[in-house]
């Protein structure tokens, strides 16, 4: 007979079984090196050095300098070659870790600005990796060089290598960045869930708002490893790179990463935010008014790591509201996570027809964490006429009140159109429009939405700024703006008035 008393035991001891083997089996699906045991063949995982263009001289050198935080870093350099025989300057290292679907995140601490096409890239779906047979995809980002006034951040296909393409380049794939100097410390992210990808890079410390973000679709490598590297942009074998990286972190778990809706961005310790609302970003925010106008977690992801709560700083248009915070502990059953995860909510009021600028500081007791950054707004929709800056007239001074949502779905299916919403209806120029710009027609990248006009009209994926409202998501098509405008150019917009109305306008002009 069993005796009763043992019951809560072996309830325990079975609750913790399970969570153990829950926690190792989420562990086989994680890698992380923070390189501070300087070596890259230790016990947080193996790293195989990538360095095809040492045929040509150019062999690649790895480090492990101090990280500037009390830690070390991994510095990949890549050596002029003395010959063309590598054809060009890239390497890294990869992993062994085998993902399918994918999360991977890395540090750029540091690299040299005056090298000329100096960029790193995160790598996922790695196979075959060497000189003239890497398959796989990378996301690169240029870095900066003596007179760039911008940057890129680039996807691209790699079958065998030299074979590369740059998947959904009009349509997402590509992302204009700004300057990028040597002492911006950043963190990239790549993530891919079977034939969608979504990369986006942060400042190192604050990972609510990215700098910048891009997204393709492809379907050529379903599976390999993943890694950090380099990539000349000047296709020079006879370029000099110099990157370094720190805080590495992959899973291949699907229910981490932003296509999940659970983004984890940042280095497992790190004191991040996460589940927030509303959202970055967020327009047209209806706050709930019960007390729970703003919430959000504050976590470490780790159990070794506690968060500092007399640290944590909640301010909106620079006004210091962290008194109306309220923090609940969140848990792990039983053994429970004590201070390294907290739900929070601000019990203040929200502004009806306000856009505020909200900043979230979470730090541990070391002083570490991130300043989180992000924007949304609460005007209101009633009473209001939203105008697409991309739905001006068409046919001569024809318009649509209230024009459905049109276009293009990420996998390029088609969502009504056919006069149905504005998608790819013809203006009259000097009457629906006027623009300047003497190129031909390129519909599938300047102009993206009315192909037939020389408006310059693309998804929002290329323009970080604009944001995926409510019906667009609903409907699963990304936002268009409207770019490429110069002085004296103009569209022409007609819509059905009430006697009281309230102009809310809604677009994105990029010059």
């Known amino acids: 007979m069993l005796n009763t008393l043992a019951r809560p035991r072996l309830v325990i001891v079975w609750l913790l079984c399970v969570l153990s083997l829950s926690l190792t089996a989420s562990a086989q699906q994680q890698a992380s090196d923070d390189f501070n045991d300087q070596t890259d063949t230790g016990p947080q995982g193996v790293w195989t050095p990538y360095d095809p263009a040492i045929a040509g001289g150019g062999a690649e050198v790895r480090s492990f300098p101090p990280d500037g935080m009390g830690g070390f870093a991994y510095r990949l350099y890549g050596q002029a070659g003395t010959n063309n025989l590598a054809l060009f300057q890239r390497g890294g290292s990869f992993r062994q870790e085998q993902y399918a679907d994918f999360s991977v995140a890395a540090d750029i601490i540091h690299h040299d600005e005056g090298l000329r096409g100096n960029s790193a890239f995160l790598a996922a779906r790695i196979t075959a990796p060497g000189a003239l047979t890497t398959d796989g995809y990378i996301v690169g980002c240029t870095l900066g060089g003596p007179r760039n006034l911008q940057e890129i951040m680039l996807a691209i296909e790699f079958t065998g290598e030299i074979n590369a ?6 349509t997402g794939g590509a992302s204009l960045t700004p300057y990028l100097g040597a002492s911006r410390r950043l963190r990239m992210y790549f993530t891919g869930i079977g034939t969608t990808f979504f990369s986006e890079v942060y400042d190192q ?12 679709g492809d379907i050529n490598h379903p599976s390999g490893t993943s890694g950090i590297g380099y990539l000349n942009a000047a ?8 990157v370094t990286f720190d805080n590495y972190f992959a899973t291949g778990s699907t229910n981490i990463g932003i296509l999940t809706g659970t983004p984890f961005v940042g280095f497992p310790g790190t004191p991040q935010v996460i589940n927030l609302i509303p959202a970055r970003q967020t327009l047209f925010y209806r706050p709930p008014g019960n007390g729970t106008n703003i919430t959000f977690n504050v976590t470490t992801f780790v159990a070794t790591n506690q968060i500092n709560t007399n640290t944590l700083k909640l301010f909106l248009n620079g006004a210091d509201v962290t008194s109306q915070l309220v923090l609940t502990p969140v848990g792990l059953p039983i053994i429970g996570t004590p201070n390294t995860n907290f739900f929070v909510k601000y019990t203040g009021t929200l502004t009806t027809n306000t856009i505020y600028q909200g900043q979230i500081v979470v730090l541990d007791f070391a002083g570490k964490g991130t300043t989180n950054n992000w924007v949304f707004d609460t005007f209101a929709t009633n009473g209001t006429v939203t105008i697409e800056a991309e739905d001006y007239n068409y046919n001569g001074g024809e318009f649509q009140d209230n024009p459905p949502v049109s276009g293009l779905t990420p996998d390029g299916s088609q969502v009504n159109g056919g006069g149905l919403g504005y998608f790819d209806l013809q203006g009259v120029p000097c009457i629906d429009y006027n623009d300047l710009d003497r190129r031909g027609l390129d519909p599938g990248g300047r102009q993206q939405y009315r192909t037939m006009d020389k408006v310059g009209t693309a998804q929002a994926r290329l323009v970080s700024a604009d944001t995926l409202r409510p019906n667009y998501a609903a409907s699963n098509v990304n936002d268009y703006v409207v770019y490429y405008c110069k002085a004296g150019e103009w569209l022409n917009y007609t819509r059905i008035l009430s006697a009281r109305f309230k102009p809310e306008g809604s677009g994105t002009a990029p010059g």
């Open 235 to 242: 296709f020079s074998p006879y370029a000099v790179d110099d």
């Open 165 to 170: 393409t740059t998947p959904d380049i009009a």
């Open 205 to 216: 410390t604050d990972l609510l708002e990215p700098i910048a973000r891009s997204s393709f």
